[in-house]
């Protein structure tokens, strides 16, 4: 019998007995203070600043409206169906992700070492986000907003467009491509050394500490999000702005692309794959309702994505009423949250307050996201003995010292190509290779009827027949497909990025004619290419290792019977 043979429910009072013995025999594991904290860090992991600078782009650009319903289709039958299994796998087991899929499958182990791989690679640079809003954060306070107005008005190019000359050229001070690395900017590492000294604070204790920030990091932002609903869409063209965002084109509903954009935010979004659900599960009592919590958690992230998209387009609808600027004239990512929303800022009264409020929530956003897949970069390790003599604060040091050491390109001119860099390659394609292995390992080598057993005995019902056929069928299916897609569109063309080529002073034209798209060089294709197989190889090189060394034994065995 496995490590992870599921207890038989026909006795029942065999089984509390049972589980009693296993829950004496277990080593001490740390527990969240109550429930809340649990779902508030689970929904600080979920909910970032992808809910607010990526989902509102995408669902404008996909068809506005009707972009909700491939959302939610995905959301049903690939979003929460892996989110509910990643909880349960934790909560069951009470192990971080490493010795659960050894313990599953010896040769299945490498999926938890991918899992920690992935999840270094995030956090090495998606803090370079939460750097960025605290800078903005403190130039909130300026008066007036240095966005707002251009010191030099014989400047033409900044006269033009002085948020986005701003962005470029006085905060990032960006070169003209990745490969002129250029000066250190510092008032970037500033930020960036002060942003992980925060995290290291708030993480040093393990989740004692972060459950407890979480009372903050988690619940404030809806204040602010809230703050800034009331206001958004109480100003003037508001509604011309949300009209954008909702109005249906059902036409697009035609275009694979739609469907694949949707497939991947609710995937990126909800944070699975990182093996941060499953550590967080795992701090759980075993009796726990991890199904209803799935649930929650999910539909409160995809809530707030949608709350988030009101909040920004009735911003864009007042600043295309005010500057002639169209609604969807605006880019994802960074172009949204610090080029396009501080423009529609600084013409609000008292635009300090609603520019501090916002790169405020963006600072906790991004810190609550990175406590998780920190903590799947710490907790795993915590289960084998070396590592446990290690006292926990000089083991999360050492990670953060690391991880921040990573980072510094990023803190250079060329550091926004830097980030791009790593964006496009080290997290997305490794997540999709491990959320088909988990939903593959779970459904056909442990067995799906095993698994709902477990979920039985942690919950008291089995999990209904849907989830079944997707866990089995449907989710593994859907993510292949995006998977595949993925691929062969990164074989057709070649990743780019948008370098800055400037402004010409004779000529200024406006801020989306000073950037142009250009493919990575070839040493940047190959780094990414490292990124993308360094969290994948471990899955086939264990397996193989173990299937190797057993056939190895095997013939010892047999050589001896013979002698």
Not at 46 to 70: C, D, E, H, I
Not at 481 to 508: F, H, M, R, T
Request: glycine share 8%; with cysteine; charged share 15%.
């Amino acid at each position: 019998m496995s490590a992870y043979e599921p207890i038989p429910l026909e006795n029942k009072a065999k089984l509390e007995r049972q589980d009693t013995h296993k829950e004496e025999e277990r080593e001490p594991r740390e527990r969240w203070g109550n429930h809340i904290e649990f779902i508030l860090a689970s929904v600080g992991l979920a909910v970032g600043t992808g809910n607010v600078w990526r989902f509102p782009y995408l669902a404008q650009k996909n068809g506005g409206g009707a972009f909700l319903l491939p959302y939610a289709i995905m959301l049903l039958v690939e979003g929460l169906p892996l989110f509910y299994l990643e909880l349960a796998l934790g909560q069951r087991l009470q192990k971080g992700f490493l010795k659960i899929w050894s313990n599953i499958r010896p040769y299945m182990s490498g999926i938890g070492v991918g899992q920690i791989i992935v999840s270094f690679q995030m956090t090495a640079y998606f803090p370079m986000v939460m750097t960025w809003c605290m800078y903005y954060f403190y130039l909130s306070f300026s008066n007036p907003l240095p966005w707002s107005k251009c010191e030099d008005e014989t400047n033409m190019c900044c006269e033009n467009d002085s948020a986005a000359y701003m962005w470029y050229e006085t905060n990032l001070r960006a070169t003209s491509s990745i490969d002129d690395t250029g000066e250190i900017v510092p008032a970037i590492i500033g930020c960036w050394l002060v942003g992980w000294v925060l995290t290291y604070v708030c993480l040093f204790k393990g989740i004692q500490s972060s459950g407890k920030a979480a009372y903050f990091t988690a619940t404030f932002p809806y204040v602010v999000l809230i703050a800034l609903f009331i206001r958004g869409v109480t100003l003037e063209g508001a509604g011309d702005g949300i009209a954008v965002l909702f109005t249906p084109k059902f036409d697009r509903l035609l275009d694979p692309i739609v469907w694949m954009d949707a497939a991947g935010q609710i995937f990126y979004s909800l944070s699975v794959g990182f093996g941060a659900l499953i550590l967080f599960g795992s701090y759980n009592p075993v009796k726990n309702n991890c199904s209803r919590d799935a649930a929650v958690i999910a539909f409160i992230n995809c809530g707030t994505s949608v709350f988030a998209g009101i909040v920004v387009y009735s911003v864009l609808g007042f600043r295309q009423k005010m500057l002639d600027i169209d609604v969807e004239d605006v880019q994802g990512g960074p172009g949204l949250a610090f080029i396009a929303y501080p423009t529609a800022v600084s013409q609000m009264p008292l635009p300090q307050l609603w520019a501090a409020a916002f790169f405020f929530m963006m600072v906790l956003l991004a810190i609550d996201s990175e406590f998780g897949t920190i903590e799947a970069c710490i907790g795993p390790l915590q289960d084998y003995p070396f590592f446990q003599k290690i006292r926990r604060e000089i083991l999360c040091l050492i990670v953060c010292v690391i991880l921040c050491l990573l980072g510094l390109p990023m803190c250079t001119q060329s550091g926004i190509y830097v980030f791009v860099l790593w964006d496009t390659f080290s997290v997305a394609l490794p997540l999709l290779f491990i959320g088909i292995a988990e939903c593959v390992v779970v459904a056909w080598f442990y067995d799906l009827e095993k698994f709902c057993e477990d979920i039985e005995y942690m919950t008291g019902s089995q999990p209904h027949f849907y989830w079944k056929i997707c866990w089995k069928f449907v989710s593994p299916a859907l993510i292949t497909i995006i998977l595949v897609a993925s691929l062969v569109k990164q074989c057709l063309n070649p990743a780019e990025y948008s370098a800055y080529k400037g402004c010409d002073p004779l000529n200024p034209t406006g801020a989306k004619n000073w950037t142009h798209d250009v493919p990575f060089p070839w040493w940047a294709q190959i780094i990414g290419a490292i990124m993308v197989m360094l969290p994948v190889l471990p899955m086939p090189i264990i397996a193989i290792w173990h299937f190797a060394k057993k056939r190895i034994f095997y013939r010892a065995d047999n050589c001896a019977s013979i002698a």
